[in-house]
């Protein structure tokens, strides 16, 4: 078992570009979120899915959008990368709420210059 | 504004010396859990505790959720350098999780 994999492990964008940060996982867990770590922020919710073809907004959503089309898998998309988008991405899941918690992936650093 | 405040923020100790985290809030939490992180990598869960009230023990630390489950902390008996990292406390809302900033620990040998 993998577990949770992010692809890439580091990315610079220029502002402007677009990218899709890369989720995968193979616990068979319903529920996804992606969430991004600033210094002195904690962990802020972009976006987060409770099951195939099911998404919502966090409290960070604008510039980023989601899909879940599989169980496994949960891209998120810059459509326009800008500066504030720097940080460290991390996706995370969960087999269900008030059970044994998140699995993260090892995080995606992204520089937006 | 952080839904949920940790304090400390920084600690700084020798080895052996006990301690305590906060995580506080105003707001109701169907549950809450701790992570701890290290440079690098991604948080991994320490526990989730469920019931207002509750107390669960790992090894050297202890967890304690508030009775009006708004409220948590972590305590660590007789810390070692090996405990040294960020540890964050997250709330659950109806499926969203919030994050403290989180308290980075160093313990000195």
């Known amino acids: 078992n993998a577990g949770v994999t992010q692809t890439p492990k580091f990315q610079v964008l220029k502002t402007g570009q677009s990218m899709t940060l890369q989720c995968a996982q193979d616990m068979n867990h319903e529920y996804m979120s992606w969430y991004r770590q600033d210094p002195g922020m904690g962990l802020r919710l972009i976006h987060y899915?409770?099951?195939?073809?099911?998404?919502d907004q966090g409290e960070v959503p604008n510039g980023y959008n989601v899909s879940r089309s599989t169980t496994e898998d949960f891209p998120l998309r810059l459509l326009s990368a800008a500066p504030s988008q720097t940080s460290v991405y991390f996706c995370?899941?969960?087999?269900?709420?008030?059970?044994?918690?998140?699995?993260f992936g090892s995080g995606t650093r992204l520089t937006v210059v | 504004t952080q839904l949920l405040e940790q304090s400390p923020q920084f600690l700084s100790i020798q080895e052996g010396e006990n301690l305590t985290v906060y995580c506080n809030s105003s707001?109701?939490?169907?549950?809450l859990q701790w992570y701890r992180q290290e440079p690098g990598e991604g948080p991994v869960l320490l526990v989730t505790v469920v019931t207002g009230g509750e107390v669960k023990k790992l090894k050297r630390l202890t967890f304690q959720f508030g009775d009006a489950r708004k409220d948590s902390s972590l305590h660590i008996t007789a810390a070692q350098p090996g405990d040294t990292g960020l540890y964050l406390c997250a709330g659950d809302r109806l499926y969203k999780f919030y994050f403290g900033s989180g308290t980075k620990l160093n313990v000195k040998p």
């Open positions: 707001s109701v939490f169907s549950s």
């Open positions: 995370a899941t969960l087999l269900e709420p008030n059970s044994d918690g998140y699995t």
């Open positions: 899915s409770v099951g195939a073809g099911i998404t």
